[in-house]
């Protein structure tokens, strides 16, 4: 068995063999149930997995997440924002994402680290400014690659394949359709 970056390569072989035999498997859907805790506290739970059509129920309340605000938006200040709550989703898939093509690669990593800032205009969440979306305006994400047997231009080619891999940038960046109903 070969590993790279704590990658098992040939389970990395598989699963992209799998899914490209019966792309079913590559088809998943991630749930999270969430009760609000009063003002800005939200209380979730990890739900169900689906993928490529069968439940994984095992994961239902297995983890929790707690946010909150900081107390100058509102908040107070008891658990991650929201927003370092997207950093920390980006955060976390530059990180499979870069481990992964890395490994596949046969680039071996010593380390590295991920610094993210997010920029947000408050006049539109509060409806002060129409012309301002009340979403995040800027995302930047700094990374400190340690491959010190790869040169940069490959290291380079891996972040910008890194940047075009990763399903949670595609996300921020790309339309999603989000659907909410009132139970």
Known sequence: MTVINDIDVQALKDTTAAVEADPRLGRATFSVDGTWQGGCRLTARTGALAQGGEQDETRIAKYTMSSDEPTVLLGTD??????????????????????????????????????????????GFLDIDATV??????????????????PREQIEELVALVENRSPIRDTLVSPVDVVTTLA
């Open 78 to 123: 008891t658990a991650v924002s929201p927003a370092e709550y997207v950093l920390h989703a980006l955060a976390g898939c530059y990180t499979v994402t870069l481990s992964a093509l890395a490994a596949a690669q046969g680039i071996a990593l010593k380390g590295f680290r991920l610094e993210l800032e997010a920029d947000i205009d408050l006049r």
């Open 133 to 150: 979306r009340p979403g995040l305006q800027q995302i930047r994400v700094r990374l400190h690659v340690d491959a010190p047997d790869t």
